[in-house]
Each structure stands twice: as C-alpha cells, then as structure tokens.
C-alpha cells in the first residue's frame, strides 16, 4: 500500500496541478504517513513541496481577489470628492487611470444584481453617473479657466486684475491635459480633446454672433497651442473678416435708419456713425460692401436700387409738401424777383444779407421740442437723400472692388479663351462641356459688370425727372433760391458740430456731413436748375461778405490800440476764417457732387483747370469747379 501510493503521488506530480491530482497527493501521503514510512524530515520536505505547489496553482486566484475593488461601487460618492481633489491638485491627475480602473471592477457586483434585466444596461447607469460627475469636476472647471485664461492674456492690453502668479499663485492645469486617455469600461477619456473640441466649438459660435472679433479668436487660437499645446481647427467662416461691417441686407432693409444715423464722406466715401453708446463709431466703406457683395452675391444691388428708390419716392413727397407750403413759396417768390429786379445793381450776386435774413426768419414759424425750425429740418431732408445716393455710389464701388477681386486670377481681360469650345475639342463628357458653359458665363459676366458697372445714378435721375419737371410741380422751380439760406443753416450746424467734438457731450458732434452737398446735387440736376443757380454767384458773394468783414476788422484793429479790443478783433477774426474754410469745404464738396450728375461738360459754369479759390474770386465765375 505505501509503495502503491508512493507510486500515484509520482504519476500525479508528472502532471498539471489540478485541484484533483493535489487531493489524491495529499491522500496518498496520509497514507504513505500511517505506514510510518517517511521521516520527520522527509515528512517536511513533502509538506513544503505541496505548500509551494498550492502557492503557484493558486497565486491569479488570490491575487483577483486581494486586488478586487469592486466594493466601490457601494461608495461610488466619493467619485465627485475625488475628481474635484484632483482638479484642486493637477499633479495628481496621472494617476486617475487607477481610480478608473478600481471602477472597471464594479461590473462583478454589477454581474450579481437581479432587479436589472441586462446587465448592459447596469453597466450604462454607472458609466453615465461616473462620467456625469466628471465633466462637472473636471473637464467643465478646466474648460472654463483654459477659456477665461486665454481671453485674459488676449486683452492683457486692458486695464484688467492683477494676474500677478507669484503673488496670487497658479494651478498648472497643462497636467490635467498631459493626462494620456483614460479606459472606462468600453471607451476611452480624453482630457485634452474635449477642451480642443469645447474651445473650437465656443470660438466658432461666439465668430458668427460678432463677425468683426474673427481676429481676437484667431489669436485666442495660436495662444491655446503655444501654450498649451492644444491643436485647434480653423474657423472657416465664408467671407467673413473684420471689415465686414453692417451687411448690406440690414442696411438695405433700414435704409431710412441708416440715412439718420449715419454721415457721408464724399473724400473718402465712408459713412461715419454719427453718435454711439459705445467708446467707437462704427464705419462703413468701400470694402465693407465689397464683402457684403461677395457673401451674397451681385444680384443684391439691384435689390438695393429697387429699395432706395422706394425711399426716395417717399422723401420727394415730403421734400415737394415743404416748397408748396404758403410760407416757404411766398418767400422763395418774393427773393426770386428781388433778384431778378436787381440782379444789375447786386453785381450779379444774390447778397448774402437776404439768405441769412430768410435762415433767421424761419425760425419765427416755429421750432421743434428738439430746437429745430422748419429750414434745418428741410436741411436735414435732403442730407437724408444725399446719404442715400452716397450709398448708391458706394454700392456701385463696392461692386466693381468685388468683381475686381473675383476676377483677378483671369491672365487677360482682353483674350479670354471660350472653354466650353475647348471641351466639346477634347471631347470631353458632357457634364464637363456643361460645367465649362457655366464656368465661360460667370466669367463673361464678372468682365462685363468690371467693365462696364452700372449707371446707377443716371437711372435715378431718369425715373424721377419727368415728375420732378412736370407743369404740375411749378411750386419746385424756385428750389435754387433756398440754396443760399440752406447753406448758411448747413455751416452753422457744421460749426456747432465741430465744436462739440472737444467737449464732454458730444452730443450732436460730427466732422463731415457731405450728404448734404450730394442731396443739393442731385435736386438741382432732377430740376435742370444748375444753370439757374449758377447765375447766383452765391460763392462769389460770400466771398466777398466774409472779406470786407476781414478788411472792416483789421481796418478797426489798425485804428484802434486798445488791449480788450484787439483780443475781440482776433476772436473775430478766427471766426470769420473757420466760417470761411466751412464755406470753402461746402464748396468743393458741392463742386465734387455735381460731377457725378453731369452728362457733358457744357453744365461746367467755368473752366476745369482752374482752381476753386481762384473760381470763388473770380468775377466771371459762378458756380465752384471740380
């Protein structure tokens, strides 16, 4: 028998260690023991081989279950502690992996629950509560101070705290985004992508609410991956740049907003808001519409037109309801034979006495609750339509800039080659002989429109002349004789402007205002009555006003010694100079203006290379030069 079980414990140990073979060794060593054939020592030798032999059969076991976590899943609040310990301690989030993989082992309690069908569904659940409470520890915090930071360092050029670290202290979040992706049960986190996404996302959202602040998320960009390493998408954004300005749709559908609230410069032609709560005044030019066009396309200017014109048929009947008025008609009447009764004895010129008698005489009729008579709200009126044909004119530039810019990747103008012709040579399929068509219209129509362009202010001159000089409207042919007073009320208002612009209360300051001189223009040309106001030589006479004044005050200060009076004498005449230089901007804007209605060059009252001062000065001259 102990031989027997000498013998079955060998062929056991020749094998695997089984559960089996280690029962029936023990067994057969009992039974080797109760033959008392085994020494103590040998005794002992056999029992730290079977000792070691459980060891090594069953160390995975044991090891699984020393190293089972899955209790946490019964102190899964700790969760929402622990991430936020880690956000407060960055250096920690390496290790994160640990805690995530201690949660991976939930899945044998999980395994065990019965009042869950699928154990899938479990599974779920917890992903969601564990992953819930780490956005709002983790990812959500760290998204927000990436982006806090980001825009801080942008606009570090204001007045902002102190961000002074070394005295306020920093968390080195960039640890929280050196994290490599962290496994949870079937996915993986990754830190570093979800703060890329949220900040392109944001950026991207934030460009297309406020398209004018492309450039501070641009930037915002490159800081994110230099410092932190962040590889972020551009935007992308079609036609879209900082001087895209008010879209042209907006504008086109408050034209009577924009006309009030903005100003034209003729020069320059731009379009300056005349007041703002902002600490800025928006702008509005040429490339602003050329980016408007481009975005949708050239068929919105003539949707323009067709909106201008509505709102110019609209301001005529107000602009006729004011000349037809009893008071304005009787005396643009009465001026118009004065003059005529006395044109020989004025030298020609209409005085300068009667405009400013007519400009104060106004005023008796009435002011507005904002202080405005009749006369500056006519003044007011046709700087309205001025602004609008400035608009039209700038429309029709930033048409031309945009074909300009569509079509300057075409090598010659003048030899454009037909490629649908080419095509059908090459024999090609037919989608691509039609898309060669298309592509030989766009091209043969960008060519045309930066050619040609489009006359627009001629079509509007032509659709409102026949009414303007119908029998009908006699009470509009004296409109030339209110120029001269409208001028003097348009100086006044431009004087007061440009003195508030220094003052605290700006309100009311401005620095150009030439829709006025394109409104006066374009009226004239609508009435064919340049000729008659030409033969004013309203320049002339306030020319000659201002230099008698001039001569009058030195001729006092040559006369008189007295101090006082002298520093009067200079105040005057620092006045009459500024009223001089107004009238002399007036001027040359009005000149300017008038060219745009001119079809040929017999309306020129004098010749063209002679200078304005000279044409002011001039005894023949009668209206200003271009």
């Not at 082992?105 to 009042?115: E, F, G, N």
Request: charged fraction near 25%.
């Amino acid at each position: 028998d102990i031989i027997a079980a000498f013998n079955l414990i060998g062929h056991c140990m020749n094998g695997c260690c089984s559960g089996p073979r280690k029962v029936i060794c023990k067994l057969a060593l009992e039974v080797a023991r109760q033959g008392k054939a085994l020494s103590s020592e040998d005794n002992m030798m056999f029992v730290n081989i079977f000792r070691r032999i459980e060891v090594i059969t069953e160390y995975q076991s044991k090891v699984r279950a020393a190293c089972d976590t899955s209790f946490i899943y019964w102190h899964r609040s700790i969760a929402p502690v622990y991430f936020a310990h880690v956000f407060s301690n960055p250096t920690l989030a390496p290790n994160m992996q640990y805690f995530f993989a201690c949660l991976a082992d939930c899945h044998i309690q999980i395994s065990q629950m019965k009042h869950l069908s699928a154990e899938k569904d479990k599974l779920e659940l917890l992903e969601q509560d564990i992953r819930d409470h780490f956005d709002k520890e983790i990812l959500a915090p760290l998204c927000n101070e990436i982006e806090t930071d980001l825009r801080l360092s942008t606009h570090s050029h204001l007045q902002l705290d102190d961000r002074n670290p070394l005295k306020y202290g920093k968390k080195n979040i960039s640890a929280l985004l050196a994290t490599p992706p962290i496994r949870f049960f079937d996915c993986y986190i990754d830190i570093k992508k979800h703060v890329t996404h949220y900040l392109d996302s944001t950026f991207y959202n934030l460009t297309t609410v406020a398209l004018h602040d492309w450039r501070s998320y641009a930037v915002m960009r490159n800081l994110a991956h230099q410092k932190y390493g962040l590889q972020m998408i551009e935007a992308h954004l079609p036609s879209q740049t900082i001087e895209q300005g008010i879209d042209v749709l907006e504008i086109m559908r408050n034209i009577h907003v924009f006309v009030s609230r903005y100003s034209y410069n003729l020069n320059n032609q731009l379009f300056v808001e005349q007041s703002s709560n902002n600490k800025h005044l928006n702008t509005i030019n040429i490339r602003h519409i050329a980016n408007s066009i481009r975005t949708h396309g050239t068929g919105i200017m003539n949707t323009t037109i067709n909106f201008t014109f509505q709102y110019l048929r609209k301001k005529f009947f107000v602009f006729s309801q004011f000349l037809y008025d009893d008071h304005i008609y009787s005396r643009l009447v009465k001026d118009a034979r004065f003059f005529k009764e006395q044109k020989e004895d004025l030298d020609q010129c209409y005085p300068y006495e009667r405009a400013d008698k007519f400009n104060r005489g106004i005023r008796k009729l009435g002011l507005t609750p904002e202080g405005l008579s009749f006369l500056d709200q006519f003044r007011i009126l046709i700087t309205h339509i001025g602004n609008a044909m400035g608009y039209i004119r700038m429309i029709r530039s930033g048409g031309i800039h945009a074909c300009a810019n569509a079509i300057r990747y075409v090598p010659d103008l003048d030899d454009i080659v037909n490629i649908e012709e080419l095509a059908k040579e090459e024999e090609l399929p037919p989608d691509t002989v039609k898309a060669a068509a298309n592509l030989d219209s766009v091209l043969d129509n960008l060519t045309k429109n930066f050619a040609e362009g489009t006359a627009y202010f001629k079509m509007l001159v032509d659709v409102f002349t026949k009414s303007m000089r119908d029998p009908k409207n006699q009470h509009l042919k004296n409109f030339y004789m209110i120029i001269p007073p409208l001028t003097l009320n348009f100086v006044e208002q431009m004087m007061n402007g440009k003195e508030k612009i220094n003052k605290k209360n700006k309100i009311g300051a401005t620095f150009t205002d030439d829709g006025f001189s394109m409104g006066i223009a374009y009226i004239l040309k609508l009435l064919d009555q340049y000729s008659a106001f030409d033969s004013l030589h309203w320049f002339q006479s306030v020319n000659a006003k201002f230099s008698s004044e001039e001569k009058a005050v030195k001729e006092s200060k040559r006369k008189e010694a007295d101090v006082k009076l002298d520093q009067t004498n200079t105040l005057t005449m620092k006045r009459l100079d500024q009223y001089r230089q107004e009238f002399e901007l007036l001027y040359y804007s009005l000149s300017s203006a008038r060219i745009f209605f001119r079809t040929d060059l017999e309306d020129l009252p004098i010749e063209i290379n002679k200078s304005p001062v000279e044409a002011t000065t001039s005894p023949d001259a009668g209206t200003p030069a271009s």
